[in-house]
Structure formats: C-alpha cells, structure tokens
C-alpha cells in the first residue's frame, strides 16, 4: 500500500486538466433531455399579418404587430443568400452548429482590438436565441443555445435552417424576415433586388436600429459596404458587381417619400380591416389572413391622384392663407435641429413640409423634411406672392423660419403649396354586379381617417334629380312632357317654413320647357313641378328601389333638390340601376378571403344584373334616363366632359344650396363614378363653384385614362320603344324639330289630336 502512495497525486494530475471537459459533457447530459421541443421550427407558425391585396394581387395594405412574408428557400435569390452569409456566417454549411474557427477568429479579433468587435454566433445559433431564448448575455444562455444549435442541426437540415433565419429575423421598421424587410424598405420583393439593396438588408441583423437606412443612412452605409467587401473577399461577387454596387445611391422607399404600399388605397385596407375584425376578432391579426379585394390597381391609382389635383385646383383658386407654423432658426441653427423641428410635421403624399432659411430678390431657399435644400423662384412664388411682402403680420408672412409645404411640379421645378381644408371622395365601380374598382375616402387618410364614401351623409343636390324624373316617366311622363319653368310660391309650414319661394342656380325663369330641357339644364322649378304632379310619398317610395334610405329622404318637396342624405356609395349604387339597364346591385369590395394556409374561407358571391338581380325599374325606363344623361353631358351642366371626347357618356352634377356640396355622379356601360368635394364642417365652396367646376374635373381624370382606347358604346334601344318627331309642345310633329324616344304606349299625340282620357299619354301636351 505504501509503495502506492504516488498514484493519487499522479490521478488527480491527469483528472484536473480534464475535469472542465467532464464537468461539461455531464452538464451536457443532464441538460439536453431538458432542452424545448423543436416543433416550433419543424411546424413553424409565425405570427402572420393580415395581408390585404388588389384584385390583381397587389399589397395595398398590412396589419399587425409584426410585418411578416414567408418565402420558401429555393425563391430567395443566391446573392441575397451569399449576402447573408457574408455578413452573419461564412462557414454556415461547413460547421455543426457551432464555428469553432470562428469563435477562435472572433477571440483574436477582440483581443488585438482590445473590446469586443466580433461575435462568434452562427446562424444556427441565432436560430435558437431567437426562437427559444432570451437576448441575456450569461453562460447558461449561451451554453443552451450551442446545445440547441447542435439539436437543431441534428434534426434540420442546413437549408432548412436558413430559411428559419431568413423568413424570422427582425430588420426593423416592424419587419420579420428578408422578404418582407425588402417591401418595407424597397417596394420591392426579393428577386427585384440590387446588390446593393441586398447588401444593406443583409447587414441589419446585427443592429436594425443602428444600421437602418432610413433613420441613420450613414451608419447604415458603412454596414452595407462591410457586407460588399465580405462579399468579394469570399469570391462571392466579381470587381465589376463590387465597384456597381459601391456607387449605388441609398434610397429607400421612406426617404423617397414613396408611399407605404405600391398603390394608395389605405380608406379601403382600413375598409377591410374593420370587416376582418368583425369577423375573426384578434385572431384577424395574427392568422396569415389574404384579403383580396375588388379594386383594381390602375384605377386605385388614377383615381387617387386625380382627387388630390382636384383638390389641389380647388385650394389654389381660393388662395393662400400664410405659412403653417414658424420655427427659430437661432434655436434651430444646424440641419440636426431644423430635423428635429420638422418631425412631427406630418408628410401628406408629394405636400413636403419645409422651414424657410432666407428670402432674397432671386426667390426663397428652404429645408426640407429629411435634410434637402431647395430653391423656390419664379412661377414657383406665384401662389404665395401676396405672402411676401413686409406689410403683413408676422403670422401670416412668409419670412426666415416660416414652416411652408413645397412641392416639385410636372416641370421638376418646386412650387409653394399648402395643405387644402376641403374634402373629397371618388368611388367607382362595375354597374353590372357592384365591383369597387376604386375608393378613395378622403385626400389624406393619415390625416383624417373619416371615410367620406362610406360615412359622409351628404345633400346631393340636383345629382339626385334623374330619380325623380325616372319616376315621374312612371307616372306617364315622358322626355316630351312640358313643363312651365316659372316662379313659384310654396307653403311649407310642415316643415317648419312660412313660405318658400325657389330658384333656378342661374336665377331667372324660361317658361314652359319639356321635360327633357329641365333636367339637360337643371331646372329646379321644372323638378319642383314635375315632384308636384307624382307626389312627394310616391316619390319616396319610389326613390328606395335604388338603395335609398328612406328616412333620410323626407317627403317634402325640398326631395326635388337633393334636400335629403345620401352617401357617395348610395348614389353611385343608384346611378348603377341606369348603367345596367334597371337592376339592384349591392357594391362590394371583398372579392375573397384565403387562411394563412391559402385555404379559401370566403368569396363573393354578388347578384349580376340580367342574372338573378332584382329588376326595380323597366329596361325602358333605364334607357331613357340614360339617354336624358347624356344629353346632360352633351348640351348641359356636365359639358366639360365633352372634352373627353366620347358621346357615349352620361351624368349629372349637383350643387346644394350656398355651394355646400358638389357632386358628379356619372358612367359609361362598364364604369360608374361618384365624386364628392366639400368641407367637413359644412361650408360654402363658393359662390361660384358647382358640380360641373369643382366635383366633374376629378370624374373626368380618372375617366380620361380609364377609358383610353376603350371603343365607343352605343346603348341598344329596348323593345317596346319607338321614336317620333315632335315640336316644342311635346306633340308629334312631322315637321318637328327634335326627335324623342317614348314607351309604345305612351306616344304622343299629334297636334290638335285629343286623347283618350284614362290614357297613358295623357301628359302629353298639358302644360306642367
């Protein structure tokens, strides 16, 4: 025994160097049966946002927590793949889990710098920090995450991880994963990626807040080139790629001031969220949900620019009313605090809020949101020009530390502009079966989020005429029935009136016209009279059948103007029932719905006119009032859209009393319309602003474009109609000078016949 007294010492030698290694191939056993299950990523289920597309399959809207797009590995391109691997993890298909070489290379990095300036996590690893563990830098943490990276490299395989880290790693701006970074960041899906733009998301993991392009572009910058140069070092790119991709400006889609989403079209994602919301709860927001709607990108986008020059041309006429704000530059002295100054100035589109440096005889230089300097001179000052002098008060002179809105024209020229006070609202739609082919609820949703198509009850003034007169054809009435245009004196003491004595918008009286004239020419005497003849209760009855509510529709005289209330939406579903020739149809804008696993959950179902829509006026019917609309176009109020230069067009504009509404409601056989201006706050527009001035010019832009090359329509004249000439009495002439369309049953008779009485054609040659 004694002779052994030098084997324990010698043991504990051997054991002690060795004991860190078992300590931790032990803690390794006990440990890795503890470890999380990996069906998180064998059956991976992100939380998904609520994804809303055009009819085309265009994103024009997103919500939830985390902006999320899944793409499968085979569809990311190899040099977003060689970017990520440049940047995070060269030896990702070499090492197990865990880069030894690397952790020995980031060691020697850090010593020889003296702090810490590589890390040595591998993709893997970060694969299992981010989906099982906490961001806390301690040993256990760590020690868990390369026992989880060697599990998940047992069960995974290498492709498989990577698309995990592509498809989950925050990027900033609420975007998880690449392809949904390149939309938030680009407008663009991967494979229609630049280099460097593939560079620049690629060098985000390491710290979005840090390198995001948008708020910190020149840290941003210096990742991106690291990332350029990893991948040249590596073989990946060429001298030529590398040298392109170096001179590449940054320009993300925020700093562009580009629109969230490739088409505007926020008032009908919000439209579908509150719809989706009703449906599914929360669940709406983390379920992957696909909403494809009915709108159509083309049209969302002309339409939306054509309200927003509407508008615009609307604003300028009445003026410039000073500067938003003023901001002091002695305060406000380096381009860091004129930023600050202006963030929380709201953007609105291409409108860019700006602080004035100074003013000098050759025009005015100003700073603008996210740092550019312009220069505003010539017909750019026009619009302020009475803002200029030095006689004005202070608050509504433009001088050094003004805040202004400045915008670049057609001529890449800058102009002083203003924010607009009016509002607006177009939709548009297929008047066959009710299919929203555009929506825009307002002229800034991020500044007023009150969908003005959907929730502005409005007067429509004279655009709610054609339905009186289409009951009054009804009624026996015809486009040849005279009626007298003369003053007239009205007791209203059931409304709460002594007297009402109505007018024509031109002022003046021309007589006995037909029925015809009185709506080409927006008589309201003739429509007064004509509502006097039917019955204002028929009236309203009759009124409902376009999808009218008939409690806000008083049957009072008053209805003949427009007096009641209406939507955008509701009139533009009533002008529908002349444009298919008399069928009810219900406008909607959700054309289906697919589950996060693309599965269909929902599809319209829409009544089509001519298949199963319910008919609520005659064929004949339809077809004259579209045919008095057009002449409305031709000869009348609407005349401006003859500009257009198409004949087979038809509309009516509206203008409530003192100008506090203007309408156009029009349409082709495949396209109806509404637009709307006015203020939130009712208000007069003008004295001289109409339907025809301020509300058809928007209808007419997004007509124009919609209809380019589209071939003229002839509406097809129904059976049981006939045509005859008659004279400026409504009667059958020979020798008469117009040309008028009526039911079979209903001609007219000749001069000096007498008619039957009982007769249909009994209005014909009585004086209204």
Known sequence: MTSRWWFYPALAVLILPLLPILLLVFASIVTYPTLPSLETLTDYRPKMPLRVFSAEGTLIGEFGEERREL???????????KAILAAEDDRFYEHGGVDYIGVLRAAYSNFTSGGVRQGASTIT??????????KEKTLSRKFNEMLLSFKIEHNLSKD??????????????RSYGFASAAQVYYSKSLNQLSLAEMAMLAGLPKAPATFNPVVNPERARLRQMYVLRRMHDLGYINNAQFDLAQKEPIVTRQSNRRQEFAVNASYVAEMVRQEMYDRYQDDAYTQGYSVYTTIRAQDQAIAYA???KGVMEYDHRHGYRGPEGYVDLKKNSTDELLEDALEDVPDSDDLIPAVVLSISSKGIKAHCKRGQVVEINGDGLRFAQQTLGEKLALNHRIRAGSLIRVFKNEKDSWEITQLPQVESAFVSANPRDGAIFALVGGFDFYRNQFNHVTQAWRQPGSSFKPFIYSAALEKGFTPASVINDAPLVIDLSQ????????KNYEGGFDGPMRLRQG???????VSIRILQAIGV???????????????????????ALGAGSVTPLQLMGGYSVFANGGYRIMPYFIQRIEDGQGKLVGQAAPVVAGEGAEQVIDVRNAFTMVNMMQDVVKHGTAIRAMELGRQDLAGKTGT?????DAWFAGFHPTLVAVTWIGYDNPQSLGEKETGGGAALPIWMGYMDKLLKGVPEVEYTVPEHIVTARINDNGLRDPNGTHIEYFYEENVPPEQGETVPEGSKAETSGQLF
């Open 537 to 559: 209760e028929y009236a309203q009855d009759y009124v409902t059948k376009f999808g009218f509510d008939k409690d806000k529709i008083k049957p009072f005289l008053t209805m």
């Open 656 to 660: 409530t009393s003192d100008s506090m």
């Open 306 to 308: 054509s309200l927003r």
């Open 160 to 173: 498989e991880i990577l698309q995990l880290y592509i498809n989950h790693i925050y990027l900033g701006q």
């Open 519 to 525: 709506l080409v020419r927006s008589k309201n005497l």
């Open 495 to 502: 409304t709460g009136e002594e007297l009402w004595q109505p």
């Open 71 to 81: 793409v499968k590995i085979e569809d990311v391109p190899e040099l977003m793949k």
């Open 125 to 134: 690893m970060q694969v299992a920090r981010n989906f099982f563990l906490s």
